[in-house]
């Protein structure tokens, strides 16, 4: 478990954990130089953050700057994207999503979102960055890659997403009021296990981080993604949902320990988005099923995605942060979404090939 503690009662609180016996170590001295850096400036009464406009890789964005990448690319390629509101947040937000598509009858649908967590800044910052290569070098990509229709929402929790720049950098569930309490946990209010493993799983106190919210599908950024997916016309075949941190490709289920009925072929799938990225960077991310890499995490979107929209391919991805935490700073950006880049793309390669072999030999499939 990370906790944050304000610098005055630092000395108070390692105090308690040693009077306790409960052993911790610092991961990061001062956060406030950590967000600086994060943030590329110096904080000071003088020196206000730059209103970055332009979309780049090199810095985080605020929700306008996407929107306004998102529309812009749709603009320049009008043959091969466009650009849908498909729902409204709880504080009336549009919630828009990029479509990539070469027209093909026969594509099936490939997903993507990020910041459902809203702090999970890099999430966006690698989504927007395959959405910007897929679209400029669309051409030049193997079948694997053009063959699909992709659907790519950067922001899932937009009023979360603009509270992190604004008010509370840490900031993790969407911006619903529930009488005195704010937030539902979005990655915990899906139908599928939801409420299961009590607190374990997720929280029924609107004033938890885990808050799951009053019943399945109650928040309007979760009901805008199932009302997408389940009346689109394309079959998807892979979910992709990106959260920070941890280095890890991560699997059904999350609400049970039992593994999924497709563990192996999920456990193979995850492998070679691992692999991609090793070969990429050199970094290792872990690959397994969310229960045994992570916790219990009920009414998660991937639980419903693979067992209830039947996407067979769903995977969260916990992007880089181990050093960093939450604050991944922002010269790392490039180097992460161009990873992940091959990664989701060695995926869809090992997904053709699977219904490729499975269209000559005999097997169920
Ligand atoms: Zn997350």
Not at 47 to 66: A, F, G, S, T
Not at 248 to 272: A, K, M, N, Q, R
Request: proline letters at 5%.
């Amino acid at each position: 478990m990370d906790i944050m503690v304000d610098g005055p009662r630092i000395t108070q609180i390692a105090g308690m954990l040693h009077e306790r016996e409960i052993p911790y170590s610092i991961a990061i001295g001062d956060v406030g130089s950590v967000l600086s850096r994060e943030q590329g400036i110096k904080y000071s009464k003088n020196n206000r953050k730059p209103n970055y406009c332009e979309m780049d890789w090199d810095n985080y964005h605020r929700l306008h700057v996407i929107y306004a990448f998102m529309e812009n690319l749709s603009h320049e390629y009008p043959y091969l994207c466009s650009v849908a509101v498909i729902g409204k947040s709880a504080e009336g937000r549009d919630i828009k999503i990029l479509k990539v598509s070469n027209g093909n009858e026969y594509n099936v649908g490939v997903w993507l979102d990020a910041a459902i967590h809203p702090r999970e800044w890099i999430s966006t910052a690698v989504v927007t960055y395959i959405a910007d290569r897929l679209v400029r070098t669309f051409h030049e990509q193997p079948d694997c890659v053009t063959n699909k229709d992709w659907y790519i929402l950067p922001v899932l929790n937009p009023d979360g997403y603009e509270y992190t720049h604004t008010h509370d950098r840490m900031w993790r569930k969407n911006r619903a009021r529930y009488g005195e309490c704010v937030g539902v946990d979005l990655n915990r209010n899906f139908s599928y296990g939801w409420g299961e493993k009590g607190e374990e799983g997720s929280s029924e106190d609107p004033g938890n981080i885990f808050y799951r919210g009053p019943k399945p599908f109650s928040e309007p950024e979760t009901a805008a993604l199932r009302r997408l997916i389940t009346k689109s016309s394309t079959p998807f075949k892979v979910f992709l949902s990106f959260h920070s941190y941890g280095e890890v490709v991560i699997f059904p289920w999350g609400y049970t320990d039992e593994p999924c009925p497709d563990y192996v072929e999920l456990l193979e799938g995850g492998t070679s988005i691992a692999k991609a990225i090793y070969e990429t960077s050199g970094r290792t991310y872990k690959v397994g099923s969310t229960k045994d890499l992570m916790y219990f995490a009920c009414g998660n979107s991937i639980d419903w995605s693979y067992a209830v929209a039947g996407i067979p391919y769903s995977y969260m991805v916990e992007l880089r942060g181990k050093k960093h935490r939450f604050l991944l700073p922002q010269n790392e950006i490039e180097s992460t979404a161009k990873e992940v880049m091959n990664g989701v793309f060695r995926l869809l390669d090992f997904v053709d090939g699977k219904s490729k072999s499975c269209q000559s030999c005999d097997c169920s499939k």
